[in-house]
């Protein structure tokens, strides 16, 4: 089997994969490869089948935004009473803020 670079490996083409058999001291059992190989395959179809399923449902939560913002291009937020946020403190008569300061000499 060869493998082209730019060719995303699927499972199927780890199922076709083949290994010479060659029984040396220390080889690996070629039921075990295999074995290993399907286990492989399988959990790259499913890893498939939740990312097929993941583009589906960002598609559609795209599509419903799009909606959404189409039925509410004219809206305008305006905040309830209350949520304004508090304005910040003015300095006390005679104090300036720390960052006016002169440096210490």
């Not at 189409?70 to 009473?81: A, E, I, Q, T």
Request: proline content about 9%.
């Amino acid at each position: 089997m060869i493998y082209r670079a730019g060719e995303h490996l699927g499972a199927h083409l780890v199922r076709a994969a083949t290994f010479v058999r060659r029984r040396w001291r220390g080889g690996l059992d070629p039921d075990e490869v295999y074995a290993y190989v399907r286990l492989v395959a399988d959990e790259m179809d499913r890893l498939q089948r939740e990312a097929t399923t993941a583009r589906t449902e960002a598609e559609r939560i795209r599509e419903g935004l799009r909606q959404w913002q189409s039925r509410h291009v004219g809206c305008k937020f305006v905040d309830p009473p209350g949520w304004a946020t508090p304005p910040h403190p003015q300095p006390r008569h005679g104090h300036q803020p720390a960052d006016a300061s002169e440096p210490d000499q």
